[in-house]
T-cell receptor, first 110, second 111 residues
Framework: KAGVTQTPRYLIKTRGQQVTLSCSPI?????VSWYQQTPGQGLQFLFE???????NKGNFPGRFSGRQFSNSRSEMNVSTLELGDSALYLC?????????FGPGTRLLVL | LAKTTQPISMDSYEGQEVNITCSHN???????ITWYQQFPSQGPRFIIQ???TKVTNEVASLFIPADRKSSTLSLPRVSLSDTAVYYC????????????FGTGTRLLVSP
């Protein structure tokens, strides 16, 4: 849905580095979820934030973290990058009963 | 969490109607059914959402039988640009339940 932006759109990092991805929401939403998509594992839920608090978490290691700010903008962070972290990372703000996905950030770890 | 089962792939031709069925036998009372379309390297795009009976919008229809254990996404008169992966999701989006994506259905529309 128009209004969900993610930055950067593309990113190349090396193993061991850290990365922060940003998601700017549709105005008025209070909840945002993050997903990782890879060819082998498909779309996998990372975590969800509601009113700046994490209220749900997927089965990912502690290297993956996130936060939501008071203006509803959200970030996710991956520390100590591994080759397997190469993926499309998607944020999905929720408006009423529906999640709308951003265009994603394509991360390549070398 | 309600698990969904969809066909892995489907083929169609331009101008035809395509129906993609999703099974969700353990759907819960508060669960909605949502369908997304995804093109390569893009985020999933919301198509349609429903709770029961039939829902129609400008791009698709969603048919949900009374027992809600399955749903069918209907795409009228598909075009080449409808070639994509279609995901069926079942979940209480308004609650605290994380959504689980299945493998999706890869639709190929040929001339």
């Amino acid at each position: 849905k128009a209004g969900v932006t993610q930055t950067p759109r593309y990113l190349i990092k090396t193993r061991g580095q850290q990365v922060t991805l940003s998601c700017s929401p549709i105005s008025g939403h209070r909840s945002v979820s993050w997903y990782q998509q890879t060819p082998g594992q498909g779309l996998q839920f990372l975590f969800e934030y509601f009113s700046e608090t994490q209220r749900n978490k997927g089965n990912f290691p502690g290297r993956f973290s996130g936060r939501q700010f008071s203006n509803s903008r959200s970030e996710m962070n991956v520390s100590t990058l591994e080759l397997g972290d190469s993926a499309l990372y998607l944020c999905a703000p929720r408006m009423q009963e529906t999640q709308y996905f951003g265009p994603g950030t394509r991360l390549l770890v070398l | 969490l309600a698990k969904t089962t969809q066909p892995i792939s489907m083929d169609s031709y331009e101008g035809q109607e395509v129906n993609i069925t999703c099974s969700h036998n353990n759907i819960a009372t508060n669960d909605y059914i949502t369908w997304y379309q995804q093109f390569p390297s893009q985020g999933p795009r919301f198509i349609i959402q429903g709770y029961k009976t039939k829902v129609t919008n400008e791009v698709a229809s969603l048919f949900i039988p009374a027992d809600r254990k399955s749903s069918t996404l209907s795409l009228p008169r598909v075009s080449l640009s409808d070639t994509a992966v279609y995901y069926c999701l079942v979940g209480d989006i308004g609650g605290f339940q994380k959504l689980v994506f299945g493998t999706g259905t890869r639709l190929l529309v040929s001339p």
